[in-house]
């Protein structure tokens, strides 16, 4: 079966580093996304790796390692409004998105 | 105004009441999707539509239909509602194309099912 692994929850501090992973088993690959959802909103884009390697965005960075099945999403200098769920997902073979249950992330002041 | 917008934002109903989410959208995008998000779950996919005339069954569809009524309206309806279909409901839509696949979710519909 298909499968996208992430961390449940994270705590992290304000104006610190924090990288979130993900890992994934899917029949075929066509990219992974990342998608930050704030508490009783919408998720909204973040991200996306097709090819190996980091993607930098500002704070935000995105890795993927395709061989290993790997993604993470790093964030940098930390905000408050940072605080939110990470959600990860996996375009299949059938280009077909595969979800993570997403991380919750807390930022501590 | 919000790009997608979902109607109503909030529901409570009794078991086997027929009940009908609405979205609709100003991106001009051909595709939408209808998912349903639980606690401790990644979203589901309930059926998609690539233009008017296509439909598509996706993950959970069982308890489910939709209508197409135009490129910009996508319903989803509930036409027995039972308590386990008590979620948050997002549409979606996305440009016709493959190459990042991005997708602009609406704001939800809460449902409570009783």
């Known amino acids: 079966g298909q499968n996208i692994d992430q961390p449940t929850e994270m705590t992290a501090t304000e104006g610190a580093i924090v990288q979130i992973n993900c890992t994934y088993q899917t029949s075929g690959f066509n990219g992974l996304f990342w998608y930050q959802q704030h508490a009783g909103e919408a998720p909204t884009f973040l991200s996306y790796?097709?090819l190996d390697g980091l993607e930098e965005k500002g704070r935000f960075s995105s890795f993927l390692s395709r061989s290993k099945g790997y993604s993470y999403l790093l964030l940098k200098e930390l905000q408050m409004k940072d605080s939110a769920s990470y959600l990860c997902?996996?375009?299949?073979?059938?280009?077909?998105?595969?979800w993570g249950a997403g991380t919750k992330l807390i930022i501590k002041p | 105004d919000a790009d997608v917008t979902q109607t109503p934002r909030n529901r409570i109903t009794k078991t086997g009441k027929r009940i009908m989410l609405e979205c609709s959208q100003t991106k001009g995008h051909d595709r939408m999707y209808w998912y349903r998000q639980d606690p401790g779950l990644g979203l589901r996919l309930i059926y998609y539509s690539f233009d008017v005339k296509d439909i598509n069954k996706g993950e959970i569809s069982d308890g489910y239909s939709v209508s197409r009524q135009a490129q910009a309206k996508f319903s989803l309806s509930l036409e027995s509602a039972i308590p386990n279909q008590t979620a948050l409901y997002f549409c979606a839509t996305s440009r016709g194309t493959t190459d990042t696949g991005e997708l602009f979710f609406g704001e939800g519909s809460r449902l409570t099912v009783l």
């Open positions: 790796n097709v």
């Open positions: 997902a996996v375009m299949d073979s059938n280009y077909q998105l595969i």
